[in-house]
Structure formats: structure tokens, C-alpha cells
């Protein structure tokens, strides 16, 4: 490799480290299966590595803040980041991500993740993400939904006449992603239509 002056570039072993973690967390793997290939001890050394750190702490500050509307089959959480006494909401980003880590919570590349690994306890679902009650979907993330829902509804068509165990999945996850996809879409036309009102309310007050 050559930097752009075309002179070559002097990469050491850490730095492949450092490119592989970066792209394999972006690409969706999750850090503790990250951490056990690097032979990383603690997942927040695993998190040095990423170099796209800052830019996940703002799509978590989002979030949690309830600045981006979010879908989750727990009720419990969604009231709490929906509500006036959101713990983080007005916070910093900074503040939010301390707060993040305290509560284990983890940023995953089609959502957030209330069971963080360092937990040290076994994940509920073994992995599965959707419909998991720990499990926040994100308008951040909704063209993610809506093309895996294209794809599940795409092999349903396939298999429509099959009761096996596979289909029985596929028909869970697309009820699941379903209810993610129309939730965020009302809540994102929702915000839009204040958005509006707001605009013209205070077009009027100018005049």
C-alpha cells in the first residue's frame, strides 16, 4: 500500500488489528465474537480499535435520548425513552455514552442491545435479535428492516405451502419486522406532520 504521495506505507501487525476490527464491527459482528479473534481479554479494549466509535455514540445518544424514533416490544423501555423523564435525555454525548456502559447496553449494526455481553450472562434468544425483548429498533436503521422484511416475504413465497420449522421462523420474524416497519413509519409521518405545523405556526407568528 502507498500513501498519496506514492511513497510506501510501513504497516505493522497492529494496524491490520485495527483495520480488521473496524470493518468487522461495521460489518455487523458483534464485539465479543470480535474480542475472543483478537484474544482481547475485556470488550472495552476491543472497542479502541474502532475507529467508527464517534460516530456510533451519536447514533446512541439518538436513541436513547428519543430524539430518533424507536420500536421495541418492550414496553417498559419504550415508555422510559418516550417520556418526559428519559434519563438521557439533554444529556451530552459524552454523558450518554458513560451512561451507556454502565448499563451495558451495545450499539448493533441494525439496532441497540440492552443485554451487552459483558453482562456475563447468556443471550435469551442465542443471538436472534428480532422480536428479542432487549432488542430497540431504530428509524435510523429502517431501510435495514424493510429490505430484510422484502427478503423474508421473498423465501415465504417460496416455501408458502411448507408447515416446517423454517417457514414457522420465517412467518415470526416477518410479523415481527412488520410491526418495527409500520410502527416507525407512523411515528417518523407523526414527527413530519409536527414538524409541519410547527412550521406553519410560526410563519403565521412572522407575519
Not at 12 to 38: N, P, S, W
Amino acid at each position: 500500500m502507498k500513501d498519496i504521495n506514492g511513497d510506501k506505507l510501513k504497516l505493522t501487525q497492529h494496524y491490520f488489528r485495527h483495520i480488521f476490527t473496524t470493518y468487522a464491527l461495521k460489518g455487523g459482528m458483534k464485539i465479543h465474537d470480535v474480542a475472543e479473534i483478537l484474544g482481547h481479554k475485556s470488550i472495552y479494549m476491543t472497542e479502541t480499535y474502532d475507529h467508527t466509535l464517534e460516530e456510533k455514540q451519536e447514533v446512541i445518544k439518538g436513541i436513547l435520548s428519543g430524539d430518533v424514533p424507536v420500536s421495541t416490544s418492550n414496553k417498559t423501555v419504550l415508555e422510559s425513552i418516550e417520556g418526559e423523564d428519559n434519563p438521557f435525555k439533554g444529556k451530552t454525548i459524552d454523558q450518554v455514552d458513560k451512561m451507556r456502559r454502565n448499563l451495558k447496553i451495545e450499539l448493533l449494526p441494525h439496532g441497540i442491545c440492552l443485554h451487552h455481553p459483558m453482562r456475563g450472562e447468556p443471550c435469551a434468544q442465542d443471538g436472534v435479535c428480532i422480536g428479542c425483548n432487549y432488542f430497540i429498533a431504530s428509524s435510523r436503521h429502517l431501510p435495514i428492516y424493510e429490505r430484510r422484511l422484502q427478503r423474508v416475504n421473498e423465501e415465504l413465497d417460496k416455501n408458502s405451502n411448507e408447515k416446517s420449522i423454517y417457514s414457522t421462523k420465517l412467518r415470526y420474524q416477518k410479523g415481527q419486522l412488520e410491526k418495527y416497519v409500520f410502527d416507525i413509519q407512523e411515528k417518523l409521518a407523526q414527527r413530519g406532520f409536527q414538524e409541519s405545523l410547527n412550521q406553519v405556526a410560526g410563519a403565521k407568528h412572522d407575519d
